[in-house]
């Protein structure tokens, strides 16, 4: 049998790499790849390990620490110049699917650098044990590699995820101290840090700031806002603007803490900033771009499930005969999150582009949410469902 050339093999492992979602079966594939390469003599190299180790940590629809103890397996396999996947023979069914004994080789051992311990820390955090966590961090420390910006996300996620913004301003004061551009997506990960740990003030100053990018004529109030985040180490950068990430960002955490009047406007500038008017019709036509819209919808159905305020029976009637119920308005009638606010949103939703699928999680978010402000009306409820099954 032909063996298969080298570049093509260096070009497989790319093209299985650019691959959306990270799935466990791409996981075997690229093993495999990048297993022929170094059986047939190739060199696999150190971005080539980096990705395995990053496709090792995902595919599984939670991250355990068993699947933290797969990425060290690659790991140690790098560390220890071993063939891909060697440290996998000690592993049940699944994950022994390369053949290959650890051999002597002549191959230079290969370094581990920043990447490789970032991927292995982003892993640990995923898992949301604090045992994986230490041990990546021990890694890290001892490598004496200087840590990224990347890095540095990644220690803002993990104290964001444990509420202790006290530990995001560490991070954010090491970030300053070390002279590194915090960038879009540290801005980003600030505005959630502080949105989703109940500091909607900040999360807000950080978004007014890197809006007011957007135009060219400068303004005295902004600029004493972004002096007022440096001093607490949040530099925003003046060179970037808000993307997609931005927006969602700020409308989960308005959403989560029952902030609706806030959610539509945030909503609004997305929607003004993605597609500018006089190119976008009443809602977005392409489907890709449109896409972007759909984790936002979500995060506000999921708002209506968190508060929403369902009539309540005020007597029962009689019509033709039938007994019903009549229903008033919300008890709290100074909550927004009613079925009259829902509605037109879920009206909206519908106008998305053909072709885009909802998924499942947020059909079933949208039908919890009629759930709960329409006080479980199973005329609605039937009504909704019609809907949805007829748009998509």
């Known amino acids: 049998r032909l063996p298969i050339p080298w570049q093509h093999l260096h070009r497989l492992t790319r093209l299985i790499a650019s691959v959306r979602p990270r799935t466990r079966s791409l996981f075997i594939r690229l093993l495999s790849v990048i297993s022929t390469i170094h059986k047939t003599g190739g060199t696999v190299q150190l971005w080539q390990w980096n990705v395995l180790l990053d496709f090792a940590g995902k595919g599984w629809r939670k991250t355990t620490p068993e699947t933290f103890r797969t990425a060290l397996d690659v790991y140690h396999d790098l560390i220890s110049n071993n063939p891909p996947g060697a440290c996998f023979s000690k592993k049940p069914v699944g994950l022994n699917a390369i053949d290959e004994e650890p051999t002597e080789s002549v191959r230079p051992n290969l370094e581990p650098d920043i990447w490789t311990f970032t991927t292995l820390l982003n892993i640990a955090i995923s898992t949301s044990e604090a045992k994986p966590v230490r041990q990546a961090v021990a890694l890290l420390e001892s ?70 990018n957007m135009s060219q004529h400068p303004d005295p109030e902004i600029e004493q806002l972004r002096r007022r985040l440096a001093e607490e180490n949040i530099r925003v950068p003046s060179n970037v603007v808000p993307d997609h990430i931005t927006y969602t960002c700020l409308i989960q955490a308005y959403a989560y803490r029952g902030h609706l009047h806030e959610c539509l406007i945030a909503f609004m500038d997305m929607i003004t900033a993605l597609d500018p008017p006089g190119k976008r019709k009443t809602t977005p036509e392409d489907p890709e771009k449109a896409q972007l819209y759909l984790p936002v919808y979500r995060a506000i159905f999921i708002g209506f499930v968190r508060h929403g305020k369902a009539p309540h029976l005020v007597q029962p009637g009689a019509r033709y005969g039938a007994e019903i119920l009549v229903l008033s308005p919300a008890a709290d009638d100074s909550s927004p999150w009613t079925l009259k606010a829902l509605d037109p949103l879920f009206e909206d939703f519908l106008r998305i582009p053909r072709g885009m699928e909802p998924t499942e999680n947020l059909i079933f978010w949208i039908l919890t949410a009629f759930t709960k402000t329409s006080g479980e009306d199973k005329q609605k409820l039937r009504q909704v469902y019609g809907l949805l099954e007829e748009r998509f």
């Open 143 to 212: 490598s004496g590699q200087r840590p990224s910006v990347v890095t540095y996300l990644s220690y803002i996620r993990y104290y964001t995820k444990l509420g202790r913004l006290l530990g995001v301003r560490s991070v954010l004061a090491q970030i300053v101290s070390n002279d590194i551009e915090l960038g879009l997506d540290g801005t980003n990960a600030c505005i959630w840090a502080f949105g989703r740990n109940n500091r909607l003030d900040t999360a807000e100053t950080i978004y007014k700031v890197l809006r007011s």
